[in-house]
Nanobody
């Protein structure tokens, strides 16, 4: 069974950086997508970034392009989300998710979810 554990959230000032980690287990084939999503209070969950484990292809939401970078360490079975130049509007609970049959930023297409990690950006 696929299990995901997200970590690395915290409180940071605007303009600062954080790195989120998503430790994955139970993924036995390379053709899996790992995605990062976020949900702010009162808002719908939105896709932030995703990466295909087999070839490293990535995708980003327009709101985070050139600020966030997704990467993977296959030895550690971990996917990272480096977040730079953080803004107050980045404040949300961040989730990582995995799916074998999709690649994109639509939350409903992902089958496996980790618990969230809270990111708070102060102005």
């Amino acid at each position: 069974e696929v299990q995901l554990q997200a970590s690395g959230g915290g409180l940071v000032q605007a303009g600062g950086s954080l790195r989120l980690s998503c430790a994955a287990s139970g993924i036995t084939v390379e053709h899996y997508a790992i995605g990062w999503f976020r949900q702010a209070p009162g808002k719908e969950r939105e896709g932030v970034s995703c990466i295909m484990l087999s070839d490293g292809v990535t995708r980003y939401a327009d709101s985070v392009k050139n600020r966030f970078t997704i990467s993977t360490d296959r030895v550690k079975n971990t996917v990272y989300l480096q977040m730079n130049s953080l803004k107050p509007e980045d404040t949300a609970v961040y989730y990582c998710a995995a799916d074998r049959w999709t690649f994109g930023l639509v939350a409903t297409e992902y089958d496996y979810w980790g618990q969230g990690t809270l990111v708070t950006v102060s102005s």
